[in-house]
């Protein structure tokens, strides 16, 4: 337990940072998972769009340090691929 004021503001400071991390996280999964899910279903079209509204998302979370720049790189590659490999 904290016991003095910097320690008190670093917890709140780091309660907030895990709140805003954790949402931008699951929520760049979920964009995953929905591009994989249209790529199960064979539908190419639903599969691009889902793609075009991952991406943006993906890079921002690498921007805001949530994950590395190459882990998003790594996803938005592979994902791509896994589109590209519906035409």
């Known amino acids: ?3 003095h004021k910097s320690a008190i503001k670093r917890n709140k400071q780091n309660a907030v940072r895990n709140a805003r991390n954790t949402h ?6 979920t964009f995953v998972k929905q591009v994989r899910e ?3 279903t064979g539908d190419s ?3 691009q769009d889902a793609l075009q509204r991952a991406i943006p998302f993906i ?3 690498a921007t805001k340090g949530v ?5 998003a790189s790594r996803k938005i590659s592979r994902l ?4 590209g490999s519906l035409q």
């Open 80 to 83: 791509s691929k896994l589109v």
């Open 24 to 29: 931008i996280r699951s929520t760049m999964r």
């Open 67 to 71: 994950i590395h720049k190459a882990t």
């Open 59 to 61: 890079d921002k979370a």
């Open 45 to 47: 079209s639903a599969a």
């Open 38 to 40: 249209a790529v199960a």
């Open 1 to 3: 337990m904290a016991n």
